[in-house]
């Protein structure tokens, strides 16, 4: 079985900061993927950015990048220039590679605090 | 709608009675999830289905939970004889079918509070 872990129940970083999310993972598998979801007050989970394990390049989507290293089983986020908007929890989460849907195995969130 | 709703937003139960939990989600999607979010666990599939066949978790919490699909597009959450460990905040997520690229859509899920 898979398992996520977010080791950092909290953080806080200033704004226009950068600070980095840390999370690895377990499995046993070669193929899969990886997400970082962002869920606002609002509850609502919105994904912020995936990596294919077989890409050796690491995902970037605007502000946010990751820092995927497939040996160690590590999958770091790093927001750069926070902005008070980006005041949530952020979810780390694994998916496999096989035709069982969407099914997601999710870490235990890190709490990201944005200081003014 | 343009995206998965879940209704109620809130809800409070006495311990030992039913509650069911409701989700519209996208249409055209085809699978669709329930997660249970737990504070500091994270969340963790309570049950899923794709099309018409429902499948439940494996070794996930007991016949208390199940889930109906009456119309491709509405899923209902049911427990049984509620406890108070079941209080969380109740997940649905939709997909259309799968690809290496499809993306799970979620709604704001119902918070449970189990009194």
């Known amino acids: 079985a898979q398992t996520v872990t977010q080791s950092q129940p909290e953080m806080s970083v200033q704004e226009a900061e950068t600070v980095t999310l840390s999370c690895t993972y377990d499995?046993?598998?070669?193929?899969?993927?990886l997400f970082w979801y962002k869920q606002p007050p609002s509850r609502q989970m919105i994904l912020v950015i995936r990596?294919?394990?077989?890409?050796?390049q690491n995902a970037t989507e605007n502000r946010f990048s990751v820092n995927f290293q497939k040996a160690a089983k590590s999958f770091s986020l790093k927001i750069s220039d926070s902005q008070l908007g980006d005041a949530a929890m952020y979810f780390c989460?694994?998916?496999?590679?096989?035709?069982?849907?969407?099914?997601?195995?999710f870490g235990g969130g890190t709490r990201l605090m944005v200081k003014p | 709608g343009a995206g998965v709703s879940q209704s109620p937003r809130y809800k409070v139960a006495k311990r030992g009675r039913d509650v069911a939990l409701r989700c519209d989600s996208i249409?055209?999607?085809?699978?669709l999830y329930w997660y249970r979010q737990t504070l500091g666990q994270g969340s963790e599939v309570l049950t899923y289905?794709?099309?018409?066949?429902?499948?439940?978790k494996s070794g996930r919490p007991s016949g208390r939970f199940s889930a109906e699909r009456p119309e491709r597009s509405v899923s209902t959450l049911k427990i049984q004889r509620t406890e108070q460990g079941d209080s969380a905040v109740y997940l649905c997520?939709?997909?259309?079918?799968?690809?290496?690229?499809?993306?799970?859509?979620f709604g704001q899920g119902t918070r449970l509070t189990v009194v």
């Open positions: 997520a939709s997909s259309l079918p799968w690809t290496p690229n499809t993306e799970a859509f």
């Open positions: 499995t046993s598998e070669s193929d899969y993927y």
């Open positions: 990596q294919e394990a077989y890409k050796q």
């Open positions: 989460a694994y998916r496999t590679d096989n035709n069982a849907g969407n099914m997601l195995t």
């Open positions: 249409s055209g999607h085809v699978t």
């Open positions: 289905s794709q099309s018409d066949a429902q499948r439940d």
